[in-house]
């Protein structure tokens, strides 16, 4: 395993199957088309003179009637259900979103609306010194390492056992890329520009960085958007692509929030779960793409290589994870995009950043590309699809242990597409995802089960378990066997 794997937000299931796992329900009923039999919109916005218009709970939003690239999968409040189908430099310029379309304007229930927009990833360490309780964070999710319900007493102490042995070899790929991660950065450089975009569009609002694993954290995120006196709420992930372990980890978060705090749980929320089917993403990243082959001294024979960070197969066979097939379609929309440009070129899809000694989504990167280097392939361009942000997986995972593993293999020219970061087109795109977001806001559902977190209400029971269970983890680490598998898969 490579050193930075971890810090991808996603580790395998360690004890048992994923079974029975909730999430978000994933169809594709119509928000706009008044020819859907929509008969009393609760809410109505005007984009490029189209009218939109929502009374679903649950709905998928489009741009315009009869879109099928331009959707986004958006939910109406915070109701999870059951699912079972398939450092330092800045990234991002300002003032470049000029919008060409109609004015957009949203109209509210009341002349008091204020809108909010709330930005979901995963959060990185930006010094050294936070690399240990970083890890920690990621560890201690139960939608990373999921243990059975008898063992959950467990999840704290492993989660401290684990991120202690970690720590050393996460620091030297955080150290490589200038000792910290630069996403919180990147991530409020969007935000401010997102921001920018929204005002372009006559929609103002006020835009939120919530970070699953660390600073800002949500909670951080929440209380400001409390204390503006937010009316509306767009959650925004900054994932492309649904999947359990990122967006569905911190839905899940804002959903025990909501769900304790009486004003939370009456304000108007709409997520938009996935959008990497929207044409302006689809656009942007066929744009980066035909840039970093044009540095290439023949772009026609240049392998585009999509890596995409993997999950346990378990997900998806055993959870419903929507993610592999949101992957496959993103990877067949861009390059449909790149084939009416007529840029042809060949195309191949693998993952990366794999942990522990379970099986995960394949094939797998490292292994792909030496592959191609055994076949004969000498120019490939890496393009990094599942993330909008540069961090440690695309700056040193990729830009270095991949690219070396590439080059040892026979790969001479390598070439990777950057993030979108704050890409304009990119941005406008997430502006007009929001404004098509807002007709669709909800309260959330008050039927909700109860969160994982309330295992640990009572204080007593609470100081016992993890007593008990430290000692037991620590027994169980004590054993050969188990220091191996540490060793091998974890560490």
């Known amino acids: 395993m490579n050193a930075t794997a971890v810090s991808g937000g996603v580790l395998p299931q360690m004890m048992q199957p994923i079974s029975n796992l909730e999430t978000f329900t994933n169809n594709n009923s119509s928000l706009v088309c008044s020819r859907n039999g929509v008969r009393a919109p609760s809410f109505k916005a005007s984009h490029d003179g189209k009218q939109i218009y929502c009374q679903s709970n649950e709905a998928s939003a489009t741009q315009s009637c009869g879109s099928t690239a331009q959707k986004s999968n958006v939910l109406g409040g915070l109701s999870l259900k059951s699912h079972r189908q398939t450092v330092g430099k800045t990234f991002c310029s300002a003032g470049e979103y000029a919008y060409s379309g109609g004015a957009i304007n949203y109209q509210s229930r009341t002349a008091e609306e204020k809108v909010g927009v709330l930005l979901l990833n995963l959060g990185g360490p930006e010094t050294l010194h936070d690399v240990q309780p970083f890890l920690y964070n990621l560890f201690a999710d139960p939608d990373i390492i999921r243990l059975p319900r008898l063992f959950k007493f467990l999840q704290r102490p492993l989660a401290q056992l684990i991120s202690i042995l970690r720590a050393p070899k996460s620091k030297e790929g955080y150290a490589a890329i200038g000792g910290g991660s630069p996403l919180r950065k990147i991530t409020d450089e969007q935000a401010n520009a997102l921001k920018m975009a929204l005002e372009v569009k006559k929609v103002p609002a006020n835009v939120y960085v919530a970070m699953r694993y660390w600073h800002p954290f949500t909670e951080e995120a929440v209380h400001r958007i409390k204390t503006d006196g937010i009316t509306r709420l ?65 772009p026609e024979e240049v392998m585009i290589f ?35 440009r007529g840029t042809k070129n060949n195309h191949t899809l693998a993952y990366q950043s794999r942990v522990g000694p379970v099986q995960w989504l394949k094939p797998y990167t490292d292994e792909v590309l030496v592959e191609l280097g055994q076949k004969g392939v000498r120019s490939l361009l890496a393009v990094p699809v599942s993330f909008v942000s540069e961090h440690i997986e695309t700056l040193e995972e990729i830009d270095m242990e991949y690219k070396h593993l590439a080059l040892e293999s026979g790969i001479s020219n390598w070439g990777r597409v950057p993030a979108l970061n704050c890409t304009p087109s990119f941005i406008n795109d997430l502006a007009d995802a929001v404004i098509e977001a807002l007709p669709s806001a909800m309260a959330m559902s008050t039927s909700d089960t109860a969160s994982e977190d309330e295992l640990y209400d009572d204080p007593m029971r609470y100081v016992i378990r993890l007593f008990f269970g430290s000692i037991l983890a620590f027994l169980l680490l004590l054993s050969p066997k188990a220091i191996l598998a540490f060793r091998n898969n974890i560490l």
Not at 280 to 286: D, L, P, Q
Not at 312 to 334: N, W
């Open 234 to 298: 767009v959650v925004l992930p900054l994932y492309p692509q649904f999947s359990i372990s990122t967006t569905g980890s911190s839905i899940r978060v804002l959903q025990s929030m909501f769900r304790n705090d009486a004003h939370l749980s009456s304000l108007p929320v709409a997520v938009i779960e996935s959008w990497y089917q929207r044409d302006g993403y689809v656009r942007s990243m066929a744009d980066l793409i035909e840039k970093e082959l044009a540095n290439f001294s023949e």
């Open 306 to 340: 999509f890596s995409a960070h993997g999950v346990p197969v378990s997900y998806i066979e055993d959870a419903g994870d929507p993610y592999k097939d949101q992957m496959e379609e993103c990877i067949l929309l861009i390059m449909q995009e790149l084939k009416a």
